[in-house]
C-alpha cells in the first residue's frame, strides 16, 4: 500500500465539508494487522477498535499551503501494544451531546504507511511523529 487520501474525504475537501484549518483533526496509530485500508472507508467507525494502537491525537498549528496539509509534529506518549504499520488522519465529529466522539459520524482523510519509520514496534516509550518537511508535508491535494 502506499500512502492514500480517503475518497469520501477528498469529496468532502471539494465541497467545503472539511476545513483543515478549522475543524478538529486527529490522528491515531493503527495495527494493519487488524485494518486493512480500502479508499472506500468513510468514518473512524471503519477502523476496529483493536486496530488503534493509540488514543486519537489532536493535530495543532495546522498550516495549508499550496495544497498541502502541515501541522506540528505528534508525540504519543508511552506507547505499548503490537506492530504499528499505519497513521489515520480523520476528522473528529461530536455526538450530539457535544461531548463525546461520534466515530460513525467522523470522516475519514488520510492513510498513512510510507513513513521513515514505519512499522515501528511500541516498548512503552514516546513515539514521535515527524512530518515531512517536503513540498507534500502531511498530504498535497
Known amino acids: 500500500m502506499a500512502n492514500s487520501l480517503y475518497d469520501k474525504g477528498r469529496q468532502r475537501f471539494l465541497e467545503a465539508q472539511l476545513n483543515w484549518l478549522t475543524d478538529d483533526i486527529k490522528v491515531v496509530m493503527v495495527d494493519t494487522a487488524v485494518y486493512t485500508f480500502a479508499s472506500t472507508h468513510e468514518f473512524f467507525a471503519s477502523i476496529p477498535a483493536a486496530a488503534r494502537i ?3 491525537t489532536t493535530l495543532t498549528n495546522k498550516t495549508s499551503t499550496n495544497g498541502a496539509a502541515d501541522a506540528q509534529d505528534v508525540t504519543f506518549a508511552a506507547v505499548n501494544g503490537p506492530s504499528i504499520e499505519a497513521l489515520v488522519i480523520y476528522r473528529e465529529v461530536l455526538g450530539t451531546d457535544g461531548i463525546t466522539p461520534d466515530e460513525a459520524a467522523s470522516p475519514l ?3 498513512i504507511d510510507t513513513a ?3 512499522p515501528i514496534t511500541p516498548n512503552g516509550g ?3 511523529v515527524t ?3 517536503g513540498i507534500n508535508k502531511i498530504f498535497r491535494l
Open 54 to 56: 493509540t488514543a486519537p
Open 116 to 118: 521513515t519509520g514505519l
Open 126 to 128: 514516546d513515539i514521535i
Open 131 to 133: 512530518w515531512d518537511n
Open 109 to 111: 482523510i488520510a492513510y
